[in-house]
């Protein structure tokens, strides 16, 4: 016989399989639907890089059946991106019911902000980030070379872009979250700071090429992002009366004592 505690393991599984099975369902709909566009959509995808290419080259492909693959893929993410509401809604009922009923309001915003600001960033990436990468490199190229970039590896590094900048614009977020589930004060985010840029640099370093203009254009909008949070947090957070009044308690105490002194 099953004890409590297996059966509501159990329980939490199974929820936890249909809620995957509904996200998956949701992509691959998005996808059937889209995949008669797949060349297209890789079209518009490698736009960035073919404006700066010499006139008259293109981009080639190395495997046998990349050509096929390729724009599969591009499609594919194109999919996720577009189902990432249903994706983000199934991922949060499923924590939901282990939440305080005010942290549950929070449902309907935080996925609807997530979901923008994941869209933000890889707009902002396909943008404003591609061309100036692209340019630079393109420029700084001897011209004794013919560039012709490989569509795998280009697909490669343009999702690699895609995923860091999309995370990237979710600092709000998560500053928001840290905020108003108690993990951490206003006051410690704002001590935060100066380690916040240097992490920024570092992980701009890490994820973005070796340019300097990639870098900044990363670790710039996180720290801008984690300053808005910090503001989004402030203005949304009601302040607990009772921690209220015994911080002004202890400050009146404070002063009664120095003027005791």
């Known amino acids: 016989m099953n004890s409590p505690v297996q059966e509501t393991f159990i329980s939490h599984l199974i929820e936890l399989?249909?809620?995957?099975?509904?996200?998956?369902?949701?992509?691959?709909?998005?996808?059937v639907c889209l995949m008669p566009w797949a060349g297209n959509i890789y079209d518009l995808l490698a736009l960035p890089m073919?404006?700066?290419?010499?006139?008259?080259?293109?981009?080639?492909?190395?495997?046998?059946?990349?050509?096929?693959?390729?724009?599969?893929?591009?499609?594919?993410m194109v999919a996720f991106?577009?189902?990432?509401?249903?994706?983000?809604?199934?991922?949060?009922?499923f924590i939901a019911p282990g939440l305080y009923a005010h942290e549950r309001r929070l449902a309907i915003p935080m996925v609807l902000g997530t979901t923008l600001l994941f869209l933000a960033g890889m707009a902002f990436c396909y943008f404003f980030v591609f061309g100036t990468v692209f340019k630079f490199i393109a420029e700084f190229a001897p011209k004794s070379i013919v560039p012709a970039p490989d569509i795998e590896?280009?697909?490669?590094?343009?999702?690699?872009?895609?995923?860091?900048?999309?995370?990237?614009?979710?600092?709000?977020?998560?500053?928001?979250?840290?905020?108003?589930?108690?993990?951490?004060?206003?006051?410690?985010?704002?001590?935060?700071?100066?380690?916040?840029?240097?992490?920024?640099?570092?992980?701009?370093?890490?994820?973005?090429?070796?340019?300097?203009?990639?870098?900044?254009?990363?670790?710039?909008?996180?720290?801008l992002l984690y300053e808005l949070g910090i503001v989004l947090a402030r203005l949304i957070t009601k302040p607990d009366p009772a921690r209220q009044l015994a911080a002004e308690r202890l400050e009146g105490a404070e002063a009664e004592e120095r003027d005791v002194r």
């Open 17 to 31: 399989r249909d809620r995957l099975l509904r996200a998956i369902v949701a992509v691959i709909l998005v996808f």
């Open 50 to 76: 073919m404006n700066t290419l010499p006139e008259g080259t293109h981009m080639i492909a190395t495997g046998v059946v990349t050509p096929f693959f390729v724009p599969v893929k591009v499609t594919l």
């Open 81 to 93: 991106v577009l189902a990432l509401p249903v994706v983000l809604y199934q991922a949060w009922a």
């Open 153 to 223: 590896q280009y697909l490669s590094f343009v999702m690699t872009l895609f995923l860091a900048f999309g995370l990237t614009f979710e600092v709000p977020v998560v500053v928001i979250v840290l905020v108003k589930t108690g993990v951490v004060g206003l006051d410690k985010l704002k001590e935060a700071r100066p380690y916040v840029i240097v992490g920024a640099f570092i992980i701009a370093a890490i994820v973005t090429p070796p340019d300097v203009i990639s870098q900044f254009m990363l670790a710039v909008p996180m720290c």
